[in-house]
């Protein structure tokens, strides 16, 4: 083990006894579920079921969501494993809890500490171990490893920064990255940063382009749809901060009336944005009130979790939030997912900030399912038309469909890599046994 790694250890075993009162801390500030905060310790607040389990980690929403495809293709090809997900933030435990099937177990995952690692790893004893882009642990990569873990890094995404980080330590850098049986990294970019370090590249899989339209409640879709009426509906999508109050005020200026509706990345802000938009006089309903749009409200604030499904289904038009960021003078966001407006056959427009989604915007601004505009007050001219044609708007949202169709072939190749690792099949017999 290189000094590097050696050093890691002794000092996450020295700060160990102070992980408790951190975590604490953290519930107290609304980061942590304090009726769970025993988790991020590594001591399981559920039973392991029988037979051999697979684990999959993705440390936030976009990582974690990623994942599902993956879930719903091992339940329909290996209905024999169970399956154990974990994530590190409150905001994707509370969307798995909504969209994980039945019977697949959810947990935070451990601390990079000693303790913690051994205890979540004496508990739930995977046979297999898929992280999503970044999460490189020492501790508990190279102690799963050491128990005979198979080990997967999967869509992986790695900066320029984060690899000069590592640059420093490079025989801890080359070690970590050997224990992984297979290097799936989701884009060149990362796999030449990847390779530098030392790995072994065996293919690339983007996994946040792959899977289905997100769901939605039928019922809340009725009820909405009669609220808004014949209104031409447009769903701005993940907006971040200044973005909301900015596409209000540009969309003031279309002629026609339409239905806003604000879909917050994160509905935490939802306070703020309410705030701003009273301060200049607009009139909204509020779903985390209960509230619907009326006759007199045409702008609603959606500050919800895990309801995107059903917002998108709403819009004649989708404004991609998170994108805006250079006109508004704001740090930097990346952007995010042009592909789930595109599997609902969704026009869709974004700002010029998709750096996280460079790749597939590309391709949907080449196939005609997407537009980018420079700034929110570009909007009225690019959404005037598809508001006012019907016709023009679905020919561009079928363009996005057929395109992200084209994008979401990766599952298919993680699939590959990932059927030679998975333990043998059960028999027959076993399958029928209960799980305790």
């Known amino acids: 083990?290189?000094?590097?790694?050696?050093?890691?250890?002794?000092?996450?075993?020295?700060?160990?006894?102070?992980?408790?009162?951190?975590?604490d801390a953290r519930a107290k500030q609304g980061k942590e579920d304090p009726a769970r905060v025993d988790e991020r310790l590594g001591r399981a607040s559920l039973p392991r079921p029988d037979?051999?389990?697979?684990?999959?980690?993705?440390?936030?929403?976009?990582?974690?969501?990623?994942?599902?495809?993956?879930?719903?293709?091992?339940?329909?090809?290996?209905?024999?494993?169970?399956?154990?997900?974990?994530?590190?933030?409150?905001?994707?435990?509370?969307?798995?809890?909504?969209?994980?099937?039945?019977g697949v177990i959810h947990q935070f995952a451990p601390?990079?500490?000693?303790?913690?690692?051994?205890?979540?790893?004496d508990h739930w004893r995977p046979s297999l171990a898929v992280f999503v882009e970044s999460e490189l642990w020492p501790n508990l990569i190279?102690?799963?490893?050491?128990?005979?873990?198979?080990?997967?890094?999967?869509?992986?995404?790695?900066?320029?920064?984060?690899?000069?980080?590592?640059?420093?330590?490079?025989?801890?850098?080359?070690?970590?990255?050997?224990?992984?049986?297979?290097?799936?990294?989701?884009?060149?970019?990362?796999?030449a940063r990847l390779h530098s370090l030392g790995a072994r590249i065996d293919g690339h899989v983007?996994?946040?382009?792959?899977?289905?339209?997100?769901?939605?409640?039928?019922?809340?879709?009725?009820?909405?749809?009669?609220?808004?009426?014949?209104?031409?509906?447009?769903?701005?999508?993940?907006?971040?901060?200044?973005?909301?109050?900015a596409l209000v005020r540009a969309l003031d200026k279309l002629a026609d009336r339409l239905c806003l509706i604000l879909v917050p990345r994160h509905p935490a802000r939802s306070a703020e944005i309410a705030a701003a938009l009273e301060r200049d006089g607009y009139r909204f309903a509020r779903r985390s009130e209960g509230s619907e749009p009326?006759?007199?409200?045409?702008?609603?604030?959606?500050?919800?979790?895990?309801?995107?499904g059903l917002f998108l289904r709403l819009a004649d038009v989708v404004v991609m939030g998170g994108s805006f960021s250079a006109a508004l003078e704001k740090p930097p966001v990346g952007g995010h997912n042009p592909l789930e407006p595109a599997r609902l056959g969704k026009p869709a427009v974004t700002g010029p900030d998709m750096t996280n989604w460079a790749a597939v915007?590309?391709?949907?601004?080449?196939?005609?399912?997407?537009?980018?505009?420079?700034?929110?007050?570009?909007?009225?001219?690019?959404?005037?038309?598809?508001?006012?044609?019907?016709?023009?708007?679905?020919?561009?949202?079928?363009?996005?469909?057929r395109a992200a169709a084209e994008a979401g072939s990766g599952l298919d190749r993680l699939w590959d890599a990932l059927a030679p690792l998975l333990p043998p099949a059960a028999s027959p017999s076993s399958l029928g046994r209960g799980r305790r």
């Not at 601390?111 to 790893?121: M, R």
């Open 1 to 23: 083990m290189s000094l590097a790694l050696i050093a890691w250890r002794l000092l996450t075993r020295l700060l160990e006894p102070l992980a408790p009162r951190l975590l």
């Open 51 to 102: 037979g051999d389990l697979v684990w999959l980690h993705g440390v936030s929403v976009g990582e974690t969501l990623s994942l599902l495809p993956v879930v719903e293709r091992l339940r329909r090809s290996r209905a024999d494993l169970a399956i154990l997900v974990t994530s590190g933030t409150l905001t994707s435990a509370q969307l798995l809890a909504r969209r994980l099937p039945a």
């Open 111 to 121: 601390v990079d500490a000693p303790g913690a690692v051994t205890a979540f790893l």
């Open 142 to 191: 190279l102690e799963a490893r050491r128990r005979g873990v198979k080990l997967v890094l999967a869509s992986a995404r790695i900066t320029e920064k984060t690899v000069n980080g590592w640059r420093r330590f490079p025989g801890a850098a080359r070690e970590i990255l050997s224990a992984f049986d297979r290097i799936l990294p989701q884009d060149e970019a990362s796999a």
């Open 206 to 245: 983007n996994l946040k382009l792959s899977g289905e339209a997100p769901p939605h409640d039928a019922a809340a879709f009725t009820r909405l749809s009669a609220a808004i009426g014949d209104r031409p509906v447009v769903v701005a999508a993940s907006t971040h901060d200044g973005e909301e109050i």
């Open 294 to 308: 009326d006759r007199d409200t045409d702008l609603y604030l959606a500050d919800t979790l895990g309801e995107m």
């Open 361 to 401: 915007t590309d391709a949907l601004v080449q196939s005609g399912g997407l537009t980018v505009v420079e700034a929110p007050w570009d909007l009225p001219a690019v959404l005037a038309p598809l508001l006012a044609d019907t016709d023009t708007a679905r020919a561009m949202g079928e363009r996005g469909r």
